[in-house]
């Protein structure tokens, strides 16, 4: 396996088992996610020849400039003008398909997994709408600084299935739209988002 692609699962798996182990609720889950941790760091030697004891001092010690993070979500219409909203467990309230970046991933490739994994659909990537800044608009106060990306897709297959942190999917008409959970997404959000529906020329607006 080429080094680059080797170093690109090790980054992938070491993202895994910081999440993991920033999550973790019992001694087991923690060590599996360390044992986890080693492997990337050992993929990670083999890929850059980096002794294992540096390449540990560099992830433990290292303190960089911190960034924002990137919140990403599909917008999916049906033939009949609806938008795709999922309802998320952890609040009981709506949201657009999506969730945080990740590693190895590029912005479209999480569009369309999150919608796969939340809703069960496949989807196809169309068109940026949106780059927005999240202090710019009135999203309840959150520690992270966040940037949100809004990806247009469609629907090429698939069908509703249930996920685990999803209580329900459908889809709504503008003058219909659910409670949002706007921790995550805005009625002017979803307005935006249907006049892109409307306005397909609308070009991509950016904070």
């Not at 990670?44 to 960034?67: Q, R």
């Not at 609040?91 to 809703?119: C, H, M, Q, R």
Request: with cysteine.
């Amino acid at each position: 396996m080429p080094s680059e692609k080797l170093l690109n699962y090790a980054k992938r798996l070491k993202t895994m088992s910081h999440i993991g182990l920033t999550y973790a609720t019992n001694g087991y889950e923690v060590e599996r996610y360390k044992e986890l941790e080693q492997i990337s760091l050992e993929m990670m030697n083999l890929a850059t020849d980096h002794p294992l004891e540096s390449l540990s001092l560099y992830f433990n010690d290292k303190k960089e400039y911190i960034t924002p993070k990137v919140d990403i979500r599909a917008v999916i219409f049906n033939d009949q003008n609806q938008i795709l909203l999922v309802k998320e467990k952890a609040d009981g309230k709506w949201s657009l398909p999506g969730g945080w970046a990740d590693i190895g991933l590029s912005p479209t490739e999480v569009a369309v997994k999150e919608a796969f994994e939340e809703t069960g659909f496949i989807v196809a990537p169309k068109k940026l709408l949106a780059v927005l800044d999240k202090r710019h608009h009135p999203h309840p106060p959150q520690l992270d600084y966040t940037y949100k990306i809004f990806i247009r897709c469609h629907i090429t297959g698939g069908e509703h299935t249930g996920a685990f942190d999803i209580l329900d999917v459908g889809f709504f008409d503008q003058n219909t739209i659910p409670e949002l959970s706007t921790d995550r997404v805005l009625p002017s959000q979803i307005d935006l988002m249907f006049e892109y529906l409307y306005h397909p020329d609308k070009e991509a607006i950016v904070d």
